[in-house]
């Protein structure tokens, strides 16, 4: 079907707050060339400790303008490149669209939690078992398209609200422990980015650089 499973739920849009204005944008609208590592073609994510209101605010507008920018790559792939892998091995960009849906989910109740229960532990879940699972792999694109613009628009307004003492509540990691909400909030800015730049890939093919 595609483009966009023919409109199915077509593109209901989601104003950001005006509290958010969205130049200089968080996102490379390109991948200027080809990545060395297709799993992190941003990079891996490396928390910086280093806070500001200023660094605070460019992650949560990452977070508020992310799924217009996702819908607006993901809507002109036909149904090839949604089945499309972005990497030998790796998640069709259908899977990808489903993953970051289920992954900011999670996060979204955890910061909820965070912010109303005393460090308490997250549940942790199979995100490869999950994609896995016949509304991943073969679900319409566009129901969470649509679920992530809504979730989004909720969750930057979580955001938008809280103090900067709200920022260092912890949420604990089963496996790394305690956690402040500052390393979530840069976290989930920069999985928002991570899995676009996988979108990018194949949605704006690059040739491999030419061998020196």
């Known amino acids: 079907m595609s483009p ?20 200089p944008s968080p996102f490379s609208p ?19 400790p280093s806070i500001t209101p200023e660094s605070r605010a460019e992650s949560i507008r990452a977070i508020a303008e992310f799924p217009r920018r996702l819908r607006s790559t993901v809507a002109p792939l036909t149904d ?4 499309t892998p972005y990497r030998e091995g790796g998640w069709t960009v259908r899977q990808v669209v489903h993953h ?35 509304d991943a792999k073969t679900g319409r694109v566009a129901l969470s398209l649509d679920l992530l613009g809504a979730l989004h628009a909720r969750w930057a307004a979580l955001l938008e609200g809280m103090t900067q003492d ?14 402040p909400l500052d390393r979530f909030l840069q ?20 040739s491999p650089p030419a061998a020196i």
């Open 166 to 179: 709200d920022f260092t509540r912890t949420i604990v990691h089963p496996e790394s422990g305690p956690q």
């Open 4 to 23: 966009l499973d023919r409109a199915v739920g077509r593109a209901v849009p989601f104003p950001l707050p005006p509290s958010f204005p969205l130049p």
């Open 80 to 83: 090839p490149q949604l089945e």
């Open 100 to 134: 970051v849906v289920d992954s900011h989910v999670n996060a979204y109740v955890r910061f909820r939690w965070a912010l109303t229960e005393d460090a308490p532990t997250l549940k942790a879940y199979d995100e490869k078992a999950w994609a896995e699972l016949p």
């Open 30 to 48: 390109t991948l200027s060339r080809m990545p060395k590592d297709r799993r992190y073609p941003i990079g891996p994510f490396v928390f910086d």
């Open 187 to 206: 976290l989930y800015a920069w999985h928002g980015r991570h899995h676009f730049a996988h979108v990018l890939l194949v949605a704006e093919p690059l």
